[in-house]
């Protein structure tokens, strides 16, 4: 077992050069796969993740479809190669419930009654992880959603927050995930102002959520503008094609 190392260091930066409220180095692209619908990939720091839409598309078996709205499927998986030692390909407790969470996030987030007796499959695949997986795998299968020309209330952003040595954090990285005093991710809908998933492991005082809450909607919007960005510059490249 290795030791807590600082978090914190002498000169109030992260491990990673950081300060506590700056989020880490974001890339993402859409329309990345040929066969899926739609495509996205979303880099967050060293957290790298594929996601693929499929659908809506009529539903098998047909008798699990339902009348009134679209059915989500959705997978959160890990690859072999994304940590550092070799994960067991076959589906976790974790994953499964990352799945479940994942889920619940995107279907607040789709117009899921306007595709009655369809089907709807997110696949998200973790390439690397570094911390932040849920989020990252989150944004990606909302901005591969938009891809595949999905009506959505709104772009999901998302970071999460913490406590490391006792300062709110924002953007977690690993050692901060692993031995940090509290690791709360925040996913929302930016201009609608609704939250699409807020989870809390560890501890923090009333006062330290309302400033780690300000935090994560300070990041959130300088994601939610890449996001944007990101849509925009692809329908920019079709049009001039
Ligand atoms: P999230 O990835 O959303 O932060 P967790 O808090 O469960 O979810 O995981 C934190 C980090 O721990 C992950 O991002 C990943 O870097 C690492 N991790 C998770 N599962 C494994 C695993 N099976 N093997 C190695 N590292 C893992």
């Not at 693929?52 to 499927?73: D, F, K, S, T």
């Not at 930016?190 to 939250?195: T, V």
Request: glycine share 6%; charged share 25%; no cysteine.
């Amino acid at each position: 077992q290795i030791q807590k190392p600082k978090l914190i260091l002498d000169n109030g930066l992260r491990l990673d050069g950081r300060r506590p409220d700056e989020l880490r180095p974001m890339k993402m692209e859409v329309g990345v796969l040929k066969n899926a619908d739609g495509s996205a990939i979303v880099e967050v720091g060293n957290t790298k993740i594929l996601a693929a839409v499929y659908g809506p598309r009529e539903m098998h078996p047909r008798h699990l479809a339902l009348p009134n709205r679209a059915v989500l499927r959705v997978r959160y998986h890990m690859t072999p190669f994304s940590t550092d030692e070799r994960k067991n390909p076959a589906p976790s407790r974790r994953e499964i419930e990352l799945s479940k969470v994942i889920r619940e996030a995107l279907e607040s987030q789709i117009l899921v009654e306007q595709f009655p007796r369809t089907s709807i499959d997110v696949f998200m695949e973790v390439l690397q992880a570094d911390a932040g997986t849920r989020l990252a795998s989150l944004m990606a299968a909302s901005l591969a959603v938009v891809d595949a020309g999905i009506p959505v209330r709104d772009l999901i952003a998302a970071v999460a927050v913490g406590k490391a040595d006792g300062v709110v954090v924002l953007d977690l990285n690993e050692p901060e995930d692993m031995w940090g005093e509290a690791d709360m991710p925040v996913a929302m809908m930016p201009s609608i102002g609704q939250i699409n998933l807020l989870q809390l492991n560890g501890n923090m005082t009333p006062e330290e959520f309302r400033q780690g809450m300000e935090l994560a909607m300070k990041g959130i919007n300088i994601i939610y503008n890449l996001e944007k960005e990101t849509l925009k510059n692809k329908y920019a490249e079709l049009k001039e094609e």
